[in-house]
């Protein structure tokens, strides 16, 4: 993508100067805008308002369990039977928790160090170098925690129908290497959607390390922007029929469904992941938060009323990212200078500028008022080897604050890459 070859010299430095002026009435404009999260908006969240009156006075259960106590760390099973329905799995395979999927990302990583999984011969701690699979662009949040834990973070393509397998098996012959990131529909931030036959391959491919986990992060499993409902590909049906029936830990959270701070969370996967799980799990707690957990039963009903839920986010969100489709098509098609995805559902587009130019135009994008998940931030490390990708996140902002924030975007990538493109 360059500039220098669709312009002659005196048209490049009219485009240069015309784009610094429009770069300038902007810094003068004094916006303050943020497109950096993917956080539910308020229209969003107010959807959900009926949970702030559930249970009501009965706090029982379908069981007859009284909700307020202490126990049950699986869960209730009535909302673990209409998310099992939901994520493709046996309801005694899910069981349900607190409000983030994150945390239990967490704990598992935390009892894997300290304890091993049912297969380490001992505790990951104690094995020496630890290292995990990123497919890249990812979530960042993915990374920033195995980073945090200790683990060495090994980038891998990531394409659309999941990570690059020669690149994966490749990798996964070195014993250190011990599980891979994965959000399998709806990638944050790309968009891509892992294929049944690359889900076969993660499933059956032989690996050095006898206990290697997938992290089947399934976040937006349900997060559809258009009339096409993609359908998850299956990860723990492989897994058991290749032999290696503890080999996927799927996570998922009603965080961008109903309230971000006080959903519930998911993990699903093997009997013996998940009595491994609880075994350390209950020195943590006793149990999770059971009344959230039966509101949420009680205003889902079934499956369907999750489906029928979402379609109502569906007409807040598909306006949005038909905002950021059309601005980006205007303003930077023409130019030769991004491309970026068009995501059939989840949160966030993912936008590549002119290579050596993405830390750039955050930096102009925050001097005149718009805040940009900072360059890099979907690599491991932070590190974008060809500083080209941003994250844009359109689901916070109103839409009249998102249409002014992609025309400022857009034109600090073409100011960022008229720059380049004159001093070359």
């Known amino acids: 993508m360059s500039l220098t070859t669709s312009l002659s010299p005196e048209a490049l430095s009219a485009f240069h100067a015309e784009t610094e002026r429009a770069y300038a009435a902007l810094r003068e404009a004094g916006l303050s805008l943020d497109i950096t999260r993917g956080k539910p908006a308020p229209e969003q969240l107010d959807l959900s308002a009926e949970l702030l009156s559930l249970p009501g006075a009965d706090y029982r259960a379908a069981d007859g369990t009284d909700t307020r106590n202490y126990g049950g760390l699986l869960g209730l099973p009535e909302l673990r039977a209409i998310f099992a329905d939901l994520l493709g799995l046996p309801a005694e395979q899910l069981l349900a928790a607190d409000n983030a999927s994150l945390a239990l990302m967490h704990d598992t990583l935390s009892f894997a160090l300290l304890h091993g999984t049912p297969e380490s011969p001992e505790p990951w701690r104690d094995q020496g170098d630890i290292a995990f699979l990123c497919p890249s662009p990812g979530y960042d949040r993915h990374f920033a925690l195995a980073e945090h834990l200790g683990f060495r973070l090994i980038p891998v393509d990531l394409g659309d129908d999941g990570p690059d397998m020669d690149q994966v098996r490749e990798h996964v012959a070195d014993q250190a290497v011990k599980g891979i990131w994965i959000v399998p529909t709806y990638a944050n931030p790309t968009g ?90 209950g020195f943590r707690a006793i149990g999770p938060d059971k009344v959230n957990q039966l509101r949420h039963a009680r205003y889902f009903k079934d499956a369907d009323g999750v489906l029928a839920l979402m379609e109502r986010h569906r007409e807040i969100l598909a306006p949005k990212f038909a905002i950021v489709e059309r601005v980006l098509t205007d303003r930077l098609g023409p130019h030769d200078v991004a491309t970026w995805t068009r995501p059939k559902g989840g949160y966030f587009v993912s936008l590549d500028v002119v290579d050596g130019t993405a830390a750039h135009v955050v930096a102009l994008a925050k001097e005149i008022g718009l805040a940009l998940t900072p360059a890099g931030s979907s690599f491991p490390y932070k590190s974008d080897p060809r500083d080209r990708n941003i994250r844009i996140a359109p689901s916070f902002p109103s839409q009249a604050d998102l249409e002014q924030a992609m025309q400022a975007l857009a034109t600090c990538v073409l100011l960022a890459a008229a720059e380049k493109a004159l001093a070359a």
């Open 192 to 281: 891509a959607v892992v294929s049944e036959a690359v889900a076969a391959e993660l499933a059956a491919m032989e690996t050095a390390a006898p206990d290697f986990r997938i992290y089947w992060d399934n976040a937006y499993a349900v997060h559809h922007l258009s009339d096409e409902r993609v359908k998850s590909a299956d990860i723990v049906g492989p897994c058991a029929a290749s032999g290696h029936p503890n080999r996927p830990l799927v996570f998922a959270s009603t965080s961008k469904i109903t309230f971000a701070g006080a959903g519930v969370s998911f993990l699903g996967g093997s009997p013996e992941n998940l009595a491994w799980y609880t075994g350390h799990a």
